[in-house]
């Protein structure tokens, strides 16, 4: 079965302290991992799709990689905009067309 | 990114009463959406997938006499809950994937509250 974990599940940082979310799996035929943020009460916001080891992307501060078995999502000197929740999924050969989501990173950008 | 809107983004409704939760892509046809429903501060559990013209595929646990989803086009479908009760009050998100292996993308939410 299918399965993806976030962690940490949450973290605190001070604005321009960088780190990393990281997204596990164990999926058999990875057909793509996306990285989505969510805003409280609101419905998530696509950021990036990986769909091989050695991908990335980036998309100002935020930087997706990708290995056989995790993806990391980078933030470089975030800032309190950046605060949110952060939810990986899967998509793999076995759970056919649909989605499988982590239980998401909270992070908080603190001034 | 594409963009899906979902209608209402809130709404209370009376218990034994119907409710109909709207979700349409509105720059891209979309072949495949995805009904889930999220509880506070937890993930996105999927309730149903459905495909243009077909049926709606449910989840396991999923009722779905009580969750009517209805995909009659490319740019809509429609999630009914039907004689709501309160434990149906949660956070109902669409989310709409114009080709298989790329991303979805997903409307702005309901909040159902059932009284």
């Known amino acids: 079965e299918d399965q993806v974990t976030q962690s940490p599940e949450a973290l605190r940082l001070q604005e321009g302290e960088s780190s990393s979310l990281n997204c596990s799996y164990t999926v058999s035929g990875l057909r793509g991992l996306f990285w989505y943020r969510q805003d409280p009460g609101k419905g998530p916001e696509f950021l990036f799709t990986l769909y091989s080891a050695g991908e990335e992307k980036e998309k100002e501060r935020l930087k997706a990689t990708l290995t056989k078995k995790e993806s990391f999502l980078h933030i470089t000197a975030p800032k309190p905009e950046d605060s949110a929740t952060y939810l990986c999924?899967?998509?793999?050969?076995?759970?056919?067309?649909?989605?499988?989501f982590g239980p998401g990173t909270r992070l908080s950008v603190l001034p | 990114g594409a963009v899906v809107s979902q209608h209402p983004s809130w709404v209370i409704c009376k218990s034994g009463t119907s409710v109909k939760i709207e979700c349409r892509s509105l720059d891209f046809q979309a072949t495949t959406m995805f009904w889930y429903r999220q509880f506070p501060k937890q993930s996105l559990m999927l309730m149903a997938t459905s495909n243009e013209g077909s049926k709606a595929t449910y989840e396991q646990g999923v009722e779905k006499d009580k969750f009517l989803i209805n995909h009659a086009s490319l740019t809509l479908s429609t999630l009914t809950v039907t004689s709501a009760h309160p434990e149906d009050s949660s956070f109902y998100i669409c989310s709409a994937r114009a080709r298989l292996n790329t991303e979805a993308f997903f409307g702005q939410g309901t909040r159902l509250t059932v009284v």
């Open positions: 999924a899967v998509r793999s050969d076995n759970y056919g067309q649909n989605f499988v």
